[in-house]
């Protein structure tokens, strides 16, 4: 590896991303189509219900699916426009290879495969089973995430497999993990509707997951309280009725607070703490100092709002808790997220009608993406990799020996860690876009080019395959059959819509073929998707997320069936916890400490204000689909730094002047947006750029020490007007991210 083989300028030129418009007039055969294909959205984790229309093998536009019971056909603006990534100019159609001086060419299949396997081999052979490491992504289906977990275990034979869900849901996972002893939000979001009180922590909704709105207004239009906790004062936050401000970094000291006001004012539910739940004295003492004074100090927030939302959630008859990544980015998000399940615990409203707990899955697949096995740590059915009885299980339906099954890895950073200390000498990568959503993006591409072989599948050549030496070319979602799991817990059909164009192939074709070269073939014997999903049912069987009796025909019947389902009989779990046994060893629910602690970086003298990232409605992730769909870049088409007018007054700042930020890792420069709704010691940036337009450029590597998830949500930086004010934004080419 080395550096690009020719100038950034040139690879966009010729690979993108440009923008997609359909014709005035609509494709043709939109009209008319062949077929309406019943599927879901390829984004976020609401996997709203969609019909593509299609055309003579192309997809030419959608219609609603007013029959799913979630999203009842409303969509957003991602999901409106999703169907014209299909046929887009960008789109890889055969494999690619990297030479010097010219850029990527294509290549053959037969040369592209050789190549690689040739390359495992000669690392595995010079640096041992380990050196050649495999990222993957939660944007993959159930049995694309199973099988990428097979075959990095049992043809790539490494331990050092991992995910872009390290990124977004593993600090909830790993809390829920801890309170509950299974990972999945607690409740579907129709019991939204008849919540008295909704708590909305760390979580843009009506930007990053807008069809969830309609449960929340459902519930407001009943007379419903709502809490918004975010440091911006959000869409949501507007219509709120206390919008707790938060100072980023400072979550659990809120959420400890809360909980000492709900015992100090006697609003618990003891019958349930006393008969199903463990470790309340302990979380009690962890927080026995926290006072509203204190809290309001801490956070930022005045007193009397923490009062008033405290008194509210504790008063309430029924309630529901949601959080999302403003909560988990952090290297104590763990400790965030068992903070606010502490909440629900102490008023015992769980496990029952109209009462719940969810964590808002970011990414398409990002709850069945880390139940199967392509987490370092994890096998099939949300198994533990380093637990003897699992790994004897596992290994059995593989059908290969215990001990040759690797243990633990390293998570996606730690990766990048390892091929800076030279321990990692190649890698494979599928639906992962790290030189954009990994922080510190400077120190991420320096390991790009300390690889010795660096293989990618993907549709369109996003920033981190311009490294690559291989480029394979991959199939959207339309393009296989398969599954994916909702947000909810509902397991649903992603129908085949079109087959792959020209040269390019099925993401699970090009990983059957590389097992059958790295001479595994046998153990890769599935005659189409659904076979493959049927070894999942029985190697999830007895685990955590139990998907056996869950088949394709009841997923079709039904319109989704929610885990666990441990048999064909059962009728699926939509909300858990109704019996009042946990999946912890004692069967009770576990309260957990979650003390205050300070995050990685704090504000000092050179760095005095605080960063924080995040969404904007119309992108998604790093943006290698919705920076290449014309009217989504339109909408937004280049990030702004959000700035308040008392801050902006103090660095004597104008609206859309330049402005330089920098923290200890790079800077970069962003027009500013001037805004009353965002903290005065807080700068936003929304994060789906890349280049010098990439808000990971800044952001740091810290760690939570148990989800390994990093700390994009709080860093210190500091800013420096350019005198200079921006162009117009239609006049951006951000997009592209030179």
């Known amino acids: 590896m080395a550096k690009l083989p020719v100038s950034v300028e040139n690879i966009i030129a010729q690979f993108g991303p440009h923008k997609n418009y359909s014709p005035k007039e609509g494709y043709e055969g939109r009209d008319e189509p062949d077929a309406l ?20 093998n192309k997809v030419v536009g959608f219609e609603p699916w007013m029959e799913f019971p979630f999203n009842e056909g409303r969509l957003c603006p991602k999901g409106v426009q999703r169907y014209l990534q299909n046929n887009h100019p960008d789109r890889l159609l055969h494999p690619l290879k990297r030479i010097e001086g010219q850029g990527f060419v294509p290549t ?15 690392i595995q052979e010079k640096y041992g089973k380990d050196a050649f490491s495999m990222l993957s992504g939660v944007s993959l289906t159930n049995e694309k995430s199973y099988l990428v977990g097979k075959f990095a275990r049992v043809a790539l034979k490494t331990k050092n497999l991992d995910y872009n869900g390290r990124l ?14 299974l990972d999945r939000g607690s409740n579907n979001y129709a019991d939204l509707e008849y919540a008295e009180v909704i708590i909305v922590a760390g979580a843009n909704i009506s930007e990053t997951f807008p069809t969830l709105t309609h449960w929340i207004w459902k519930a407001r239009d009943r007379g419903a309280k709502l809490i918004v906790i975010d440091p911006r004062m959000i869409p949501l936050a507007r219509t709120a009725d206390i919008h707790l401000e938060v100072r980023p970094g400072t979550d659990s000291a809120l959420y400890g607070a809360m909980l000492k006001y709900l015992v100090d004012h006697d609003m618990l539910d003891h019958d349930f703490i006393a008969n199903h739940t463990s470790g309340f004295q302990e979380t009690l003492d962890a927080v026995k100092d926290y006072t509203l004074e204190w809290a309001e100090e801490i956070t930022g927030i005045d007193k009397e709002k923490i009062r008033m939302a405290a008194q509210l959630w504790g008063k309430a008859n029924t309630s529901f808790l949601l959080h999302a990544r403003g909560i988990e980015h952090h290297s104590k998000g763990v400790d965030n997220v068992v903070g606010c399940i502490n909440l629900v615990l102490a ?25 199967h096995g392509h987490k370092c740590d994890q096998l099939p059915g949300n198994r533990d990799i380093e637990n003897p009885e699992h790994r004897k299980y596992i ?27 030279g321990e990692i000498k190649g890698l494979l990568s599928i639906c992962f876009n790290p030189l954009v959503s990994l922080p510190n993006s400077n120190y991420v591409r320096e390991a790009l ?8 599948i993907d549709f369109f050549l996003n920033e981190t395959a311009r490294h690559a030496d291989v480029v394979l070319a991959g199939s959207l979602q339309e393009e296989e059959e398969g599954t994916t799991t909702s947000a909810e817990g509902r397991v649903i059909r992603i129908r085949q819509a079109v087959t792959p164009p020209e040269d390019a192939r099925t993401d699970t074709s090009i990983l059957l073929e590389l097992a059958k070269r790295l001479g595994v073939e046998d153990k890769f014997t599935y005659e189409n998707c659904e076979a493959i999903f049927n070894e999942l049912r029985v190697a999830s069987k007895g685990g955590t997320a139990d998907y056996y009796g869950i088949t394709y025909k009841r997923i079709e019947d039904e319109m989704g069936v929610f885990w666990p389902c441990p048999s064909e009989g059962h009728p699926g779990t939509p909300r858990l916890w109704e019996d009042r046994k946990f999946k912890t060893p004692d069967g009770k629910a576990h ?43 339109d909408q937004y088409p280049e990030p ?40 005065e010691d807080t700068v936003f940036i929304p994060y789906h750029w890349s280049g010098k337009k990439s808000a990971n450029q800044l952001t740091a590597g810290t760690l939570d020490p148990i989800s390994k998830i990093p700390e994009f949500k709080v860093c210190a930086c500091q800013l420096e007007p350019l005198g200079k004010i921006a162009a117009p934004s239609n006049e951006s080419t951000a997009y592209a991210s030179v």
């Open 37 to 56: 294909v019943k599927t879901h959205c390829c984004f976020c984790g609401m996997q709203c219900g969609i019909q593509l229309s299609v055309k003579e």
């Open 640 to 679: 702004l730094v959000e700035i308040h007018p008392k801050l902006a007054q103090q660095y004597g700042i104008k609206q859309r002047e330049l402005v330089r930020v920098f923290t200890r890792r790079g800077e970069g420069v962003f027009p500013a947006n001037i805004v009353e709704t965002i903290r």
């Open 591 to 633: 309260f957990n400490p979650a003390p205050y602690k300070l995050p990685g970086e704090s504000p000092d003298a050179d760095f005095p204000v605080i960063l924080t990232t995040g969404r904007v409605v119309s992108q998604y992730l790093s943006g290698t689909q919705t920076r290449r769909i014309g009217k989504l870049v």
């Open 108 to 122: 053959s299949w037969d040369d592209a495969m050789t190549k690689t396997v040739d390359e495992i081999k000669r």
């Open 168 to 181: 977004c849901m593993v600090s909830a996972g790993a809390g829920n993990k801890k309170a509950f002893g």
């Open 449 to 456: 080019e300390k690889l010795e072989y660096y293989v990618c």
């Open 395 to 421: 290994a059995d339906v593989w059908g290969i020996d215990e001990k040759d099954l690797p243990g633990k890895g390293l998570s996606a950073f730690e990766i990048i860690e390892a091929i800076h200390r």
């Open 347 to 371: 008023t015992g409203r769980i496990g029952k009608p109209y009462c719940g707990y969810a964590t808002i899955t970011g990414q398409g697949n990002g709850q069945g993406g880390r139940e």
